[in-house]
C-alpha cells in the first residue's frame, strides 16, 4: 500500500491512498469521492490531471516507462476497469468503487451547474463534439461549455500546442474533459499540464461517443462483472479485437506474477527520488 496526503485543504478529501499495480500507483477512490476530489480540486484552484485508467492504461506501461510516469505524475489514477477495483480490494480498501470516465463526466456535469463550473471538450471530431454539446444540452440544462475542439488526428505542431492552449485559457474553464483515448489522451494532458490555466484536466477515453450517442454502453451487469471488454468487443471486433487478445491474458498473467512475489514492479515517478503531489511515504518496489 502507497499512503498519500491530502491534495487540497477541503476536508472532503482527507488521503488519496494508492496501490502499486504493475507499477501505476492506482488511487483508492469510488465515484462519489473522485465528484468530491475534482470539485475540491476546482474549488482550490489545484492544478492537476487525472488519469481514468483500466487494465489496457497499466499494460501500456510495461513497455514504456515514460508512459509510466505520467500515470504516477496524476493528481489521481482512478479503477476505471473492475480488475483494478479488485485489486482495490484484494489489499483492504473495501471501500473502492469504479470511476468509469462516461459517469464521472455526467456526474460532474450534474452536480457542476450549482457551482458554475466551466467545461471545456477536447478531442474527438467537430461532429460529435457538435453532438455531445447539444446531448449536454438537452440533459444537463444549465451546464457551461465554456468551449471545444477536435484537434487532428496526428501529432501536433509546436504552433498549435499555444494555439489550441490559448484557446483553453480562452475560454477560462475549470474543467478541461479530454477525449483522446489511452495513452495518448494521458501524455497529452502530461505535455500539456503546465500550459493551461483550468484547475483540473480529465482523460475520458470513449466518454465523447458514449455522451453523444454515438456508441452503445454495456449494461451494468456485465460492467458489474468485469466484462464489459466482451461487450466492447462484440460490438467493436474490427477496432478493438487486437487490443483484448493482447490486453486481457497479459494483465492476468502479469498480476498474478506481481500477486505471488515472483516479479516486482517498481514505481516510476515523474522525478528520480520525489513521488507526485498527492502521494507520500511511497516504496517504489512495493508490489501490493
Known amino acids: ?7 487540497t485543504t477541503d476536508p472532503a478529501i482527507d488521503r488519496l491512498d494508492s496501490i502499486n499495480v504493475l507499477g501505476v500507483a492506482v ?4 465515484m462519489a469521492r473522485a465528484v468530491r476530489l475534482v470539485g475540491a480540486a476546482v474549488r482550490m484552484r489545484t492544478r492537476g490531471y487525472i488519469c481514468i485508467c ?19 505524475g496524476a493528481m489521481a489514477v482512478t479503477p476505471d476497469g473492475m480488475p483494478l477495483v479488485w485489486a482495490l480490494r484484494g489489499a483492504g480498501h473495501a471501500q473502492a468503487g469504479r470511476v468509469y470516465g462516461p459517469d464521472l ?9 450549482t457551482a458554475g463550473l466551466r467545461h471545456f471538450l477536447y478531442g474527438t ?33 509546436p504552433d498549435e500546442e499555444r494555439h489550441f492552449a490559448d484557446v483553453i485559457n480562452g475560454a477560462a474553464a475549470d474543467i478541461v474533459w479530454v477525449g483522446l483515448s489511452t495513452p495518448k489522451q494521458d501524455r497529452w494532458m502530461a505535455a500539456m499540464r503546465d500550459r493551461l490555466e483550468a484547475p483540473v484536466l480529465i482523460g475520458v477515453g470513449a466518454a465523447f461517443d458514449f455522451l453523444a450517442g454515438n456508441t452503445r454502453s454495456a449494461p451494468p451487469v456485465l460492467q458489474r462483472a468485469g466484462l464489459e471488454w466482451a461487450f466492447r468487443l462484440a460490438t ?3 477496432r478493438l479485437w487486437r487490443r483484448y487478445v493482447r490486453i486481457v491474458p497479459l494483465y492476468l498473467m502479469l498480476r498474478g506474477l506481481q500477486r505471488a512475489g515472483l516479479r516486482h ?13 498527492g502521494v507520500s511515504g511511497a516504496d517504489p518496489a512495493a508490489t501490493t
Open 1 to 7: 500500500m502507497i499512503p498519500g496526503t491530502a491534495l
Open 27 to 30: 488511487s483508492d477512490l469510488d
Open 54 to 72: 483500466g487494465a489496457h492504461g497499466v499494460v501500456e506501461c510495461q513497455a514504456d516507462p515514460a508512459l509510466q510516469r505520467v500515470f504516477n
Open 105 to 113: 463526466m455526467r456526474n460532474m456535469l450534474d452536480t457542476g451547474r
Open 125 to 157: 471530431t467537430p461532429a460529435t463534439l457538435a453532438k455531445l454539446t447539444a446531448q449536454i444540452g438537452r440533459r444537463y440544462p444549465g451546464a457551461i461549455i465554456a468551449g471545444s475542439y477536435a484537434p487532428p488526428f496526428r501529432p501536433l505542431t
Open 236 to 238: 467493436e471486433p474490427r
Open 265 to 277: 514492479f517498481p514505481i516510476e515517478w515523474p522525478t528520480p527520488s520525489t513521488p507526485p503531489q
